[in-house]
């Protein structure tokens, strides 16, 4: 074989086959899943099922949002999502802009312990939580479920927006400030737009994980206040599984996180390639 | 119009003492320049006129207001950055506005004052630009413009031209000369390159540790160093500097280098030196007043017969290495004395320029000198008023 044959079976044999296997278990449970919502439910455990749908029909998806409540508990899971976006980012830009920009007794001690939180468990605060949000009165609300998010979106959002602050230098601040800004509308009007893309970025990644938390969702709500992963798991029944309903919201739920990945990806590279000063 | 005051200025990192008890008096118009080596504080000092440090002890004056308690948007003042920061996401054109913005200058004034500006540094082609599409002197001059369309008290240039390669930093220097000629501000500029504070400055203010050790114009700081640090600091190559015992000899004082022939100090040197009779100071002479003994030599020069020890061409003069006792001295000669390496040249010492620094507190001995003229080799036989 002539030397590029063998490098193309190489890279074919030790990079793409691998690679290929990789994705394919990824993406695998996915895949089933979305075959398994096309097909009827009926036909799931014949004798003579098949692999593909055959025929693909939508009635999984039809009964979905018709018989269950699924379209509310997809507003609620955006509800508390988007809040705790919303919390999380507030909180943490401005916590995260003094960390990076200020030097102040305890802020060594600080940030150490926004990253010690950051590796709680999320288990261990449950029955903490769970008697804090009875007290105020919070349980299955909209509210207690964003503070309770926010427990994890903070300290993680903070210490990433920590270091998208800490790449702009501090002389962007300083020349606005002496063109005639105040310390915050330097903030704002000058350092801000400059970390952008990696604002949104974190904000995707809280949406990410509230959108996909369950046992806070469960356990601190769960009746008024019932969000997709919970209801998804409504669908597991004692003695019986609604495989039809089951992967149709388990394909709906995932698809707003699916986008948004895609979305985060090409944001992220196109904002890594604006330059800020001389660099 | 302006004018800026420092008086009794300290600053402390908790319990790190950084600027110890700084006065300084600039006049309206100054191009006052800031030159140390690094850590000197002269950055922090000028921050703290800037507003960007806070002042831990002591007042600022701008232009007859205190200004310890205004932050820097209060101050009138503009600031050049070494690393330009521009607003990235922002045209030139936005970059330049960006503060007359934040001052609700009406849209007309402002894109005319961008305009002027813009025409001035020869940036008119760059204004819908972003940062990041342009060349680093590009974005210096768009730092500069930036500026100088808020028409302050007082420009503040932080080190602007240390990112700049050499050739552009030449140009830019003459820039900002040309700018201070035609704006006429007060100009607060600090360096740590001692050719730009000669040539850009009014008057220099020479930091170190925290403390002013002189300022003076630069024919004051170059001539009449007070004190070791500052003639070291000028000059290229630097002052040489020579360990050596005052002694008294038949016809006055000489200062004496170990295994070199006593040197004869001018009268009026020879009486500051009195008091240091039989102790150690520092001989100084820079290599410029080093002249080719010959027939035209006035005859009370000191004429020594030193060792070549290397010849370095620069083109258009001759550093010369020679051996001086147990040191060396270097010399600039002209490009037709060109000795033989190890052989010996006859070097006369112009005693207008000599200089004597007390070993221990480095500080200058000796009165200040009338302005010295300036003369070159060939006539050296006619001018000489001090010897």
New interface residues.
């Given amino acids: 074989m002539t030397p590029r044959q063998i490098k193309t079976l190489r890279s074919l044999l030790f990079l793409h086959l691998p690679m290929l296997l990789i994705v394919f278990f990824a993406i695998a449970p996915y895949l089933w899943m979305l075959l398994t919502s096309l097909k009827d439910e009926s036909t799931l455990f014949t004798a003579d099922r098949t692999f593909l749908p055959d025929p693909i029909t939508l009635q999984n998806y039809v009964r979905l949002f018709a018989k269950t409540g699924f379209i509310s508990n997809l507003g609620h899971s955006f509800i508390v999502a988007g809040g705790a976006v919303l919390l999380g980012l507030s909180v943490s830009i401005t916590a995260a802009y003094s960390f990076s920009r200020y030097r102040f007794a305890g802020r060594r001690p600080l940030m150490l312990m926004f990253l010690l939180i950051n590796m709680f468990p999320v288990v261990l605060l449950i029955i903490p939580l769970f008697i804090i949000m009875k007290h105020l009165n919070l349980l299955d609300s909209h509210l207690g479920l964003i503070l309770a998010h926010s427990t994890f979106a903070i300290p993680f959002a903070t210490w990433m927006m920590i270091s998208y602050f800490d790449v702009v ?1 501090k ?2 601040d ?9 310390p915050i ?1 330097a903030m704002i009007k ?1 350092v801000l ?2 970390t952008l893309p990696g604002i949104i970025a974190t904000g995707i990644y809280i949406f990410i994980t509230s959108w996909n938390e369950y046992l806070y969702a469960s356990v601190l709500a769960g009746q008024a206040v019932r969000v997709l992963t919970v209801a998804i798991q409504t669908l597991i029944g004692e003695y019986e599984i609604a495989w039809g309903l089951l992967t149709a919201a388990g394909v709906i739920g995932a698809l707003p996180v699916t986008l948004l990945f895609m979305f985060v990806q090409r944001r992220l590279i196109a904002g890594m390639t ?5 660099g | 119009m302006s004018f800026v005051s420092l008086r009794n200025v300290y600053k402390s990192y908790g319990a790190v003492d950084v600027i110890h008890g700084v006065n300084l008096e600039i006049e309206a118009g100054e191009f006052i320049v800031f030159v140390g080596p690094s850590g000197c504080g002269k950055s922090t000092l000028m921050r703290m006129v800037a507003g960007l440090e806070e002042i831990t002890k002591g007042e600022i004056h701008i232009g007859g207001r205190v200004v310890n308690d205004l932050p820097p948007r209060d101050r009138d003042i503009a600031m050049v950055f070494q690393d330009y920061a521009l607003y990235p996401n922002k045209t030139v054109f936005q970059n330049m506005a960006f503060g007359l913005q934040l001052r609700k200058t009406p849209a007309e004034e402002m894109r005319r004052r961008v305009a002027e500006a813009a025409e001035t540094l020869q940036i008119t082609h760059l204004l819908e630009r972003l940062p990041k599409a342009l060349s680093g002197g590009q974005r210096q001059r768009v730092a500069m413009g930036r500026a100088i369309v808020r028409e302050p008290k007082v420009f503040l240039f932080d080190e602007p031209l240390s990112n700049l390669d050499a050739l552009l930093r030449n140009q830019v220097r003459a820039e900002i000369k040309k700018l201070h000629k035609r704006t006429k501000g007060t100009i607060i500029y600090v360096t740590h390159d001692q050719v730009e504070a000669m040539t850009l400055a009014d008057r220099i203010v020479v930091l170190r540790a925290g403390h002013i050790i002189q300022v003076g114009t630069p024919d004051e700081i170059y001539h009449h160093p007070l004190h070791r640090f500052v003639a070291e600091f000028t000059g290229s190559p630097p002052m040489n500097l020579i360990d050596a015992k005052v002694e008294a000899v038949e016809d006055g004082v000489a200062v004496v280098a170990e295994g070199v022939a006593p040197v004869r100090l001018p009268p009026h040197l020879a009486i500051d030196a009195q008091p240091y009779i039989g102790r150690e100071v520092m001989f100084g002479i820079r290599p410029e007043n080093l002249h080719l003994a010959d027939c035209n030599t006035a005859p009370r020069w000191p004429t020594l017969s030193l060792r070549v020890d290397l010849v370095e061409p620069m083109g258009a003069e001759n550093l010369i290495h020679f051996t001086f006792g147990k040191g060396d001295l270097i010399g600039r000669f002209g490009t037709s004395v060109r000795p033989t390496e190890g052989t010996n040249l006859n070097v006369a010492f112009d005693p207008a320029h000599f200089h004597l620094f007390d070993k221990k507190s480095e500080q200058s001995i000796g009165t200040v000198l009338p302005t010295p003229q300036t003369h070159d080799a060939a006539r050296t036989a006619c001018a000489d008023p001090a010897a």
């Avoid at chain 1, 300083?174 to 105040?182: P, R, T």
């Fill in positions: 230098p002389s962007l300083e020349a606005a400030q002496v063109d005639g800004c105040s509308a000058v737009p400059v604006q330059g800020a000063v001389k």
